[in-house]
């Protein structure tokens, strides 16, 4: 939904809540995100799937499957997203990502999507085990430093400190592309219109420069 909504100039918010109002449904776990992570859900549909075919429901099998694809296509589609946004290469431009976990008020990092959205920057060229991508990426503790000669900021996990960063103090040195993940740091588009720098946030109207970028390589 969020990417037909970016495509229609529709808000993902919106949509989500006409949608919660149905009482059966419910306004919970209704935000778009860059994806689901965690160590129980994909598993849990992959063994749906398992169970489908073993009991002769390969089109049922089949439904499933196509929900972990859609995950993995979110994923890459926000990839594709920065990287387009960034005259088609992040090769020697640094890139900070604010939240490593799955989802906030966790540690936990198991299948979080932050991994694949890290791979696909680093690029098919550089495996994840190889010491030139270790090379590549740091860790640190704080946003600010993080940010620091950064030239994108991805918000890939809602923490409640990222709703209340001064983001006029972060793009003193991080600029070009502003990614996020959750309406909650909507007041980052203000700062970054204010900079004149690029925004994109997952399931929002696209900057009328940014309609025309591929979102899937």
């Known amino acids: 939904m969020s990417a037909l909504c970016e495509n229609t100039g529709a808000d993902v918010t919106q949509v ?47 439904y499933w499957r196509q929900v972990i694809k859609i995950n993995d296509y979110q994923k890459s589609r926000f990839v594709n997203r920065i990287v387009s946004s960034m005259f088609n290469t992040v090769s020697n431009k640094k890139i900070a990502v604010l939240g490593f976990a799955f989802k906030k008020d966790t540690g936990d990092t198991r299948e979080t999507p932050a991994i694949d959205v890290c791979k696909g920057l680093l690029g098919d060229k550089c495996p994840p085990s190889s010491p030139t991508t270790v090379k590549q990426v740091s860790v640190v503790w704080d946003a600010y430093s993080a940010s620091k000669d950064a030239h994108g900021l991805c918000i890939l996990t809602e923490w409640d400190e990222f709703k209340t960063l001064d983001f006029q103090k972060i793009y003193e040195t991080c600029r070009s592309l502003l990614c996020l993940r959750r309406k909650e740091c909507c007041r980052c588009r203000e700062v970054a219109a204010d900079r004149g720098s690029s925004f994109y946030s997952i399931g929002k109207p696209l900057d009328a420069w940014l309609k025309d970028m591929p979102a899937v390589a």
């Open 16 to 62: 989500s809540y006409a949608v919660g109002k149905d009482s059966r449904i419910g306004p919970k776990f209704l935000n778009a995100s860059v994806g689901f992570g965690g160590s129980c859900f994909q598993k849990d549909i992959l063994n749906l799937v398992y169970i489908c075919e073993c009991n002769g429901l390969p089109e049922v099998a089949e």
